[in-house]
Every structure is written in structure tokens, then in C-alpha cells.
């Protein structure tokens, strides 16, 4: 599965599709490409650590009804019917590895999950061979972060996995 299918872009392309991604999702027209866009004031998405609070918010909400559908026996239908679920983990992960990316005193790079693992294949045990929603991770001097795995922890797991914290730690 494709993520970006719903923004007409391919997961795998170069990482300066990152912004453009990160432009659509921000944009009026990207209301339609997420979960509950009526929980999440983009207003207050300006890439500061802050920020992420709103992040976290917006992703306890889908949490919250994707729980109440679970106990109706419908566990998962809300987050995966129309691939919106799988852009909203996509989109929060991404601003959450942008925020560290733009207010880290270390410098931190996007790279193609597939490039990090051929580059580093003992991080295979850990992450697997699949990119699932970290297409791409955010590599450090002092490892590598999967901001998308962080971002759906928060939907699968509710506010114990908290992408402020992530952050936070992270910074």
C-alpha cells in the first residue's frame, strides 16, 4: 500500500517530497485527506516544539472513537475504511519529525527507510524490513528516530505514547 495515494505521490520518492507533503497536508485541501480535521487547529501547527500538544490532541480523538467502535465490535473500521487513518499517522509522524528536525541543536536528516536499512542492517531486528508508516526515519548523530511509529503508538496506545514527549525526548 502506497501512503501518499490520497495526495497523488508515492511514499518512496525523494525526501524533499517531506515539505510537500507536509504543504498539503497544512493546506484547506487537506482537511480532506484526514481524520477529524475539525479536531486539529492547524492555526496552531507552527513546528515549535508547543505544537505537538495540538498533535497529540488531534491524535486522541481518533484514538478516543476508534476505541468506542473497538468495544462496539467494529475494532479498527473508523481508522482504516477509506485510508484516511493511514494519512492521519503519516502526517502527525511527519510534523513530528520535522519539529525535532527544525529546533534540534544536533542535525537531524530524513532518509528512505529501505536506504537506512541497507546502510544499517542490523537496525533490521528492530525495525523490520518493511517501512510500514516510517517510509521515512529520522537519522541523528545518536541513532535513528521513527517518528510514524511514534504517531501511531499515540492512535493505538492513547496519551501514554504522547508525540510531545516523543519530541521532547528527542530535543
Known amino acids: 500500500v502506497e501512503i501518499f495515494d490520497a495526495l497523488g505521490q508515492n511514499a518512496r520518492a525523494d525526501a524533499i ?11 484547506a485541501e487537506g482537511d480532506a485527506l484526514i481524520l477529524l480535521p475539525h479536531k486539529l487547529d492547524k492555526n496552531k501547527l507552527d513546528f515549535s516544539v508547543e505544537s505537538l500538544k495540538e498533535i497529540d490532541s488531534w491524535l486522541n480523538a481518533i484514538h478516543t472513537i476508534n476505541r468506542i467502535e473497538a468495544g462496539e465490535g467494529a ?12 494519512n492521519s499517522v503519516m502526517f502527525a509522524g511527519l510534523y513530528l519529525g520535522e519539529v525535532v528536525r527544525q529546533n534540534s541543536e544536533q542535525v537531524w536528516a530524513w532518509q ?8 544499517n ?13 516510517d517510509a521515512f526515519v529520522l537519522v541523528g548523530p545518536q541513532g535513528v528516530a521513527t517518528p510514524g511509529n511514534a504517531a501511531l503508538k499515540r492512535v493505538l496506545n492513547g496519551p501514554i505514547d504522547s508525540v510531545h514527549y516523543i519530541g521532547t525526548f528527542l530535543l
Open 75 to 86: 475494532a479498527g473500521d473508523f481508522f482504516t475504511r477509506d485510508g484516511r487513518g493511514d
Open 121 to 133: 542492517p542490523e537496525h533490521a531486528r528492530v525495525l523490520g524490513d518493511e517501512p510500514g508508516f
Open 112 to 119: 528512505p527507510f529501505e536506504t537506512f536499512i541497507a546502510n
Open 17 to 27: 517530497d517531506i515539505d510537500t507533503a507536509l504543504n498539503r497536508f497544512l493546506a
